[in-house]
């Protein structure tokens, strides 16, 4: 099955630097790569996705570029605010386009005003 | 419009205890979800619904837990005999269904403690 490794864990950067995400899977078959935003006491959002026919998607500040030869993607979020601190995951089919999902452990991002 | 809502909220019980969580999925939604998160790790996928029919139930830990949907919408996640190994948050999420594809919109989670 699919193994979903994230990096790092934790991410402190300053307000209007950039930060940047890095997620690795194991299953070549995977084709669907969705990055969820989890602020505390609620549930994980949605952020951005991108599939394997694709090797980026921007949407405003926020970026995700997918290297299929290596199996990595990335999250890249530019111009950074305090309220883009929270959780993110990475998460990817555990098979192929199946419709469940593997989630990488997190990465907890700071933005100190 | 309303999103995926679950109750209760916390719920504590105690060791060898009986629970239900309960998800109510975005109207429309043929598939719903259920995830099981510990503190500081991802969520793990437990359940996934495909109407009325639990479509892939490989998640679930043992057959302590089940889950059931009985009329395509509103979905419980049963625990028998609670272990304190079952503390955690009880994510559901619903999406339009079909493959992962859909995004999946997630509820704020039932957190259970097992005392």
């Known amino acids: 099955g699919e193994n979903v490794e994230q990096h790092p864990s934790t991410l402190s950067v300053q307000e209007g630097d950039s930060a940047v995400i890095k997620c690795t899977y194991s299953?070549?078959?995977?084709?669907?790569f969705p990055w969820y935003k989890q602020e505390l006491g609620k549930g994980p959002q949605l952020i951005i996705d991108i599939r394997s026919n694709v090797g980026e998607k921007k949407d405003q500040r926020i970026a995700v570029t997918l290297n299929k030869t290596a199996k990595h993607f990335s999250l890249h979020i530019t111009e950074t605010q305090p309220e883009d601190s929270a959780v993110y995951f990475c998460?990817?089919?555990?098979?192929?386009?199946?419709?469940?999902?593997?989630f990488g452990k997190g990465t907890k991002l700071t933005v100190n005003p | 419009g309303a999103g995926v809502s679950q109750t209760p909220s916390n719920k504590v019980t105690e060791k060898g205890k009986y629970v239900e969580l309960r998800c109510d999925p975005i109207?429309?939604?043929?598939?719903l979800y259920w995830y099981r998160q510990s503190l500081g790790q991802g969520p793990e996928f437990l359940i996934y619904?495909?109407?009325?029919?639990?479509?892939?139930d490989s998640g679930l830990p043992n057959d302590r837990f089940f889950a059931v949907r009985p009329e395509g919408s509103v979905s419980t996640l049963k625990i028998q005999r609670t272990e304190r190994g079952d503390s955690a948050v009880y994510l559901c999420?619903?999406?339009?269904?079909?493959?992962?594809?859909?995004?999946?919109?997630f509820g704020p989670g039932t957190r259970l403690t097992v005392l």
């Open positions: 299953d070549s078959a995977s084709n669907y």
């Open positions: 109207s429309g939604h043929t598939a």
């Open positions: 998460a990817a089919p555990t098979q192929g386009g199946s419709e469940k999902l593997v």
């Open positions: 619904f495909q109407g009325t029919g639990a479509a892939d």
């Open positions: 999420a619903s999406s339009l269904g079909g493959t992962a594809y859909n995004e999946q919109f």
